[in-house]
């Protein structure tokens, strides 16, 4: 698989799972972009794997959804 459509699968793949567990914890996108401090265009942006978070918004999405951390294989080197 070529470097860039392994980074869009990783984007997909990351995206599902913001996505999966927005809903196990019961939150719209607006909710957790309140949460994130970002918009909800942004949330619909990481969970369709168009985007990926900025640092600046991981941890405050990390703690939102219950992660430790976040690592949801949105490592994209250019």
Same mark, same amino acid.
């Given at each position: 698989m070529a470097h860039d459509e392994q980074s869009r699968q990783q984007m997909r793949v990351g995206g599902a %799972?913001?996505? +999966?567990?927005?809903?196990? &914890?019961? @939150?719209?996108?607006?909710?957790?972009a309140g949460a994130v401090g970002c918009g909800p265009a942004s949330v619909a942006r990481w969970e369709l794997g168009?985007?990926?978070?900025? %640092?600046?918004? +991981?941890?405050?999405?990390? &703690?939102? @959804?219950?992660?430790?951390?976040?690592?949801s294989g949105y490592e994209v080197t250019a």
């Amino acid at each position: 698989m070529a470097h860039d459509e392994q980074s869009r699968q990783q984007m997909r793949v990351g995206g599902a %799972a913001i996505r +999966r567990a927005r809903m196990d &914890r019961g @939150l719209s996108q607006r909710q957790l972009a309140g949460a994130v401090g970002c918009g909800p265009a942004s949330v619909a942006r990481w969970e369709l794997g168009l985007f990926a978070p900025r %640092a600046k918004h +991981r941890p405050a999405l990390a &703690r939102a @959804l219950g992660w430790p951390t976040f690592s949801s294989g949105y490592e994209v080197t250019a």
